[in-house]
């Protein structure tokens, strides 16, 4: 068990500086040619523990993403042999994208092409006293649920 990084009340509001899911190993000025260093054994980090005073196993832990913030530039990257898809992309790729406070990324700047953003929290979960457990796949009490519906406006319902 991690000892917790903080404690809060219910009602609390606070905030945590997430990095992204390679834990900062890739910069703006990154290439493909980085994905060769990568060390997957940093993949999806997580921050916390939180330790919510009063809550209790058979309490519901209430959840509400208030704000988030995006950074100015972001990455998709294909790893060869990882992910669901990776029969079907067997050469590594990487895309850096510079992302706009107004909502937007660019695909290509000097073609005016942009994709909309849909920031939204990857890894959420409370934790479970089974021991140490892979951040990779969702559980039941969160985890790596990756859902674009867990955004600005909507609440998390996780079990104590």
């Not at 040619?33 to 054994?41: C, P, S, V």
């Not at 294909?78 to 898809?85: D, E, T, V």
Request: charged content about 20%; overall charge negative.
């Amino acid at each position: 068990s991690i000892p917790p990084a903080l404690h809060v009340k219910s009602g609390d509001e606070i905030t945590f500086d997430c990095v992204d899911a390679l834990n900062g190993q890739l910069t703006a000025e990154s290439t493909v040619a980085t994905l060769e260093t990568i060390n997957m054994g940093a993949f999806n980090p997580v921050n916390g523990p939180v330790f919510v005073d009063g809550a209790q196993p058979g309490d519901t832990l209430q959840v509400d993403i208030l704000r988030i913030e995006n950074p100015e530039w972001g990455w998709t990257g294909l790893f060869p042999g990882f992910g669901l898809l990776a029969d079907e992309f067997p050469e590594p790729a990487l895309k850096i994208w510079k992302l706009e406070p107004e909502g937007f990324a660019w695909f290509d700047e000097k073609k005016n092409i942009k994709v909309p953003l849909g920031p939204f929290a990857g890894e959420m979960g409370v934790e479970q006293k089974t021991g140490a457990l892979s951040t990779a796949p969702p559980y039941h009490m969160g985890g790596n649920i990756n859902t674009r519906h867990i955004t600005v406006g909507s609440t998390l319902f996780l079990p104590v």
